[in-house]
């Protein structure tokens, strides 16, 4: 028997279970991928969003783990500040792009 490239397939199932009964998201097995730690779950999100140049917006201060994973993508950063109640999202402009 090989190894699912998702994760172990119980695993995964019992995620999903978790997700539809707890918190409402709907989905299955199949759209769930086990990860070793927020690192790899960085990178593998990055690189199967984000296109060379495209913009992201990160918390200042923030994690300079996500930092690394989205410009080594080659993402444009753009700083977002926070206070002790998160990012400030209201200070983005209304188009959207990050300052």
Known sequence: MGCDALGYLPLRKAVAEYLTASRGVKCAAGQVAIVSGVQEALDLTARLLLNPGDR??????GYIGAHLVFRACGAKLSAVAVDREGARIERLPARGVCA
């Open 56 to 61: 992201v917006c990160v918390e200042n201060p």
